[in-house]
């Protein structure tokens, strides 16, 4: 049974920084690509940025302009969200997700592809 479980989320004001962390077991983790999603109330779930499984390759949605690192340490089974100069459109519970093959398909960012869910943390930036 895949287990996913972030942490690191908390309030924070307008321009500081957060670092997501996810740790997922129940699988060859260094076989999958990884992938943050979030979602705010009200809003569907939207994919932030994803991971190949060689760290290789890395993928952000639009609204990230730079703002945002992912990164990997397979030898942890651990998965990672930099987030800096945050702002309030940035509050949300996110979500990290063991992707179904070790590439981002070019639909990361959709929900569909996720292979398990774990509770998620959530991340409140305020004006």
């Known amino acids: 049974q895949v287990q996913v479980k972030e942490s690191g989320g908390g309030l924070v004001q307008a321009g500081g920084s957060l670092r997501l962390s996810c740790t997922v077991s129940?699988?060859?983790?260094?076989?999958?690509?990884m992938a943050w999603f979030r979602q705010a109330p009200g809003k569907e779930r939207e994919g932030v940025s994803c991971?190949?499984?060689?760290?290789?390759?890395?993928y952000y949605a639009d609204f990230v302009e730079g703002r945002f690192t992912i990164s990997r340490d397979n030898a942890k089974n651990t998965l990672y969200l930099q987030m800096n100069t945050l702002k309030p459109d940035d509050t949300a519970m996110y979500y990290c997700?063991?992707?179904?093959?070790?590439?981002?398909?070019?639909?990361?960012?959709?929900?569909?592809?996720?292979?398990?869910w774990g509770q998620g943390t959530q991340v409140t930036v305020s004006s």
């Open positions: 129940g699988l060859t983790f260094d076989a999958v690509a």
């Open positions: 997700a063991p992707q179904k093959l070790g590439a981002c398909l070019d639909s990361w960012s959709s929900a569909t592809t996720a292979r398990a």
């Open positions: 991971i190949n499984w060689s760290y290789r390759d890395t």
